[in-house]
């Protein structure tokens, strides 16, 4: 939202240097002071002075005010951080005396460590290095974290692993926000090895979590997986802009309902790099989105029928060929 501040005549002029404006707007999201009459930008970094919270009552506007940065539930302290202190701090201040006293590292002040703070520390820190490894955006981390919090309050986190459930709010986050990451994904950026085990247990904590936490995960859409696996096999712009064609007229036939989204978007890859010449192989399209070679090939049949396009897409193949 952006606000306007009324022009002072004695805080903005040629002799302070400034640009003189009679309407300036500030843009709290971007820190950014701009002249509306001629769009120039004339301050940065500017500290916003807005509250960060939603209160409609004197009481719920006194339960939520705080003061500092905003909370992060990233943050073991949720960005309220303890103050260190040295056990020298409040001994003698000679030198000799100093030299007696031992060096012992800096402790937290009041906030003994308990086996539940120790649980989130290492949980939060586990999230932030997953994330960072996988290129997740902060929103993501700040609603996985919440998550996990939610989840140790109501004890769901009790008699479970820290790397199941840590991996099953990242993957609630990461489906809140319609990111494609699958839960192999997840896990193999975790441990870096993925057995049928594990996984059994990520995904039965990814479904308690969702049940008792009452989380809305929307539905993925098969456009979300396109650009993966164009990345991922190094395909061209225009063979994702004609995935996204096919998955559309896909979606206007009816064929998307009940149907796994990576399967579609790996099928509708598969014919669009066909239709644009482009050989890539059903397995390696499977690989990338973590479904069956049967999958592929059933879903891109499936597709080539509907649409009417088997014949095309024979031809290109005997051209290719020939």
């Known amino acids: 939202m952006v606000s306007e501040i009324p022009y002072d005549e004695g805080s903005s002029g040629e002799e302070s240097g400034e640009i003189k404006c009679k309407n300036i707007v500030t843009d709290p999201v971007r820190g950014l002071k701009i002249c509306a009459d001629t769009g120039e930008i004339i301050g940065e970094d500017i500290i916003g002075t807005e509250s960060d919270v939603k209160a409609y009552t004197p009481e719920e506007r006194q339960q939520k005010t705080h003061y500092g940065g905003p909370l992060k539930y990233s943050h073991h302290y949720m960005g309220v951080e303890a103050s260190l202190e040295h056990p020298r701090d409040h001994g003698p201040k000679g030198i000799k005396q100093r030299k007696i006293l031992p060096r012992r590292p800096p402790r937290l002040s009041a ?11 290492t949980a939060l820190s586990l999230i932030n290095e997953v994330a960072s490894r996988m290129g997740m955006p902060e929103i993501v981390v700040e609603d996985a974290s919440k998550i996990y919090r939610e989840a140790m309050e109501k004890g769901l986190t009790r008699g479970r692993s820290i790397e199941s459930i840590v991996a099953a709010s990242l993957y609630a986050a990461s489906r809140i926000h319609g990111l494609p990451h699958s839960l192999t994904d997840i896990i193999k950026a975790m441990k870096g090895n993925v057995d049928a085990e594990t996984r059994r247990d990520v995904a039965r904590s990814y479904r308690l979590l969702v049940r008792d936490l009452n989380i809305k995960i929307p539905v993925r859409k098969p456009e979300n997986f396109v650009y993966t696996i164009i990345s991922a096999l190094g395909l061209p712009e225009h063979v994702a802009i004609e995935a996204i064609k096919i998955i559309d007229l896909s979606r206007k036939k009816g064929l998307t309902a009940g149907k796994d989204p990576g399967g579609l978007a790996g099928a509708a890859v598969y014919l669009a790099a066909l239709k644009h010449g482009i050989r890539k192989t059903q397995k390696e399209i499977a690989h ?35």
């Open 288 to 322: 990338v989105v973590g479904v069956t070679e049967v999958t592929i090939r059933n879903r891109y049949k499936e597709i080539a029928q509907a649409l009417g396009i088997e014949e095309e897409l024979e031809e290109k193949s005997a051209e290719d060929r020939g």
């Open 111 to 121: 906030r003994p460590l308990t086996s539940v703070d120790k649980n989130l520390q």
